[in-house]
């Protein structure tokens, strides 16, 4: 196969596609709609929406006030560590490693230990468990348990029970992944499905047919012809879109979540194998009907194995990862495999040329 002859293919198709309106919109704007204004819509409410305090997640906590900001570390005098105590009063001491049970806390300065059925007050706690426990007036970090009451006290857990936006956070960005792959699967079905009944209708494909330009010459400029555009046009969107989210939650949380190596391998290897796999069966339906409405509406149902892979991510049952998009990609591979073989084989422009109805 002579590569300048299908370059030259690929050359006359897209000026062909210059003269059509329908095509070079679609080009354009399918891609950004879904690319660009779709993921904004669907991001911006949800990021003004966010809350800006943690949630701890302990169960039966219950937390009212905040301390005060004379608050002032308690002096101690005398330490217990490595020891258990209870139905006691502790006040002004340190307390390291210890097992507290049924005991009032005032003034102390606790660390690794475990706290129940207590009252303490006005004391600085780290890395501590309680249950059922009343808190005033205390500050504490690296904290842990049940049954809390905090009251006017600054307490910080180990716990943080995920936002709204956390949990739905993976869900929508797997989506928007998928909607930059749904695009170059989708967009061929308007290119590559002219490419055959549009030049026919046009009468314009029967001088190419009279060409010595061999088949597969021709079918694989007709295949990059629908190729080159809708992947500049689905590339150049997605630069566009997660530039755009990366700002915002740059700006918002201080963290970029999209430019991963899953997103990036998604765009060069899973994107490019469906844009295939569609322009291969879009030509294959072109060449077997007489009209261009009737080609796209078929060609639609070749989409049908990247629904499958969106309604599984979607549905929590295919978790997006390098290897499942390179699992994904090789699938796709080896269907445009088959596709490309089985096109070469049908495609005749003997029968295309004196079988068309």
């Known amino acids: ?154 307490l910080t857990f180990t716990k943080i029970k995920p936002s709204e936006l956390q949990l739905v956070l993976p869900l929508m960005l797997n989506m928007v992944l998928m909607i930059f792959i749904i695009v170059p699967a989708t967009l061929p079905t308007i290119i590559a499905t002219y490419s055959i009944v549009g030049e026919k209708n046009n009468r314009s494909l029967e001088p190419l047919l009279a060409t010595p330009t061999t088949d597969g010459e021709i079918l694989t400029g007709k295949v990059l012809s629908a190729f080159l555009p809708t992947m500049a046009a689905t590339l150049f969107s997605f630069c566009v879109g997660v530039s755009i989210l990366d700002y915002i939650f740059l700006s918002r949380f201080g963290y970029i979540p999209l430019n991963t190596p899953t ?28 009209d261009v409405r009737a080609a796209q509406q078929i060609g639609g149902f070749v989409v049908m194995p990247v629904v499958v892979l969106m309604l599984g991510v979607l549905s929590g049952y295919i978790l997006l990862s390098p290897l499942t998009i390179v699992l994904a990609a090789a699938v796709y591979g080896c269907i445009d495999l088959g596709l490309f073989f089985f096109a070469r084989a049908i495609f005749n422009r003997e029968n295309i040329l004196t079988n068309w109805k």
């Open 1 to 154: 196969m002579r590569w300048t002859r299908a370059w030259i293919v690929m050359r006359k198709d897209l000026d062909e596609f210059k003269k059509q309106k329908l095509v070079v919109g679609s080009i354009i704007m399918m891609p950004l709609v879904l690319g660009v204004v779709l993921p904004l819509v669907m991001f911006v409410p949800m990021i003004n929406m966010t809350p800006t305090t943690d949630v701890w997640d302990i169960p039966q906590l219950i937390a009212t006030g905040y301390l005060s900001d004379d608050f002032i570390q308690p002096s101690t005098n005398h330490t217990i560590e490595n020891t258990s105590v209870n139905t006691i009063v502790i006040t002004n001491a340190v307390l390291i490693n210890a097992q507290l049970t049924d005991v009032t806390v005032v003034s102390c300065i606790i660390e690794n230990t475990t706290i129940s059925d207590a009252t303490i007050q006005k004391s600085i706690l780290n890395n501590t468990y309680l249950n059922n426990v009343v808190i005033t007036e205390s500050e504490g970090k690296n904290l842990d348990g049940q049954n809390i009451v905090s009251i006017n006290s600054s």
């Open 263 to 290: 997103w990036i391998l998604a765009m060069l290897v899973l994107a490019p194998t469906t844009c295939f796999m569609s322009i291969l069966a879009c030509v294959i339906v072109s060449s077997k009907v007489s």
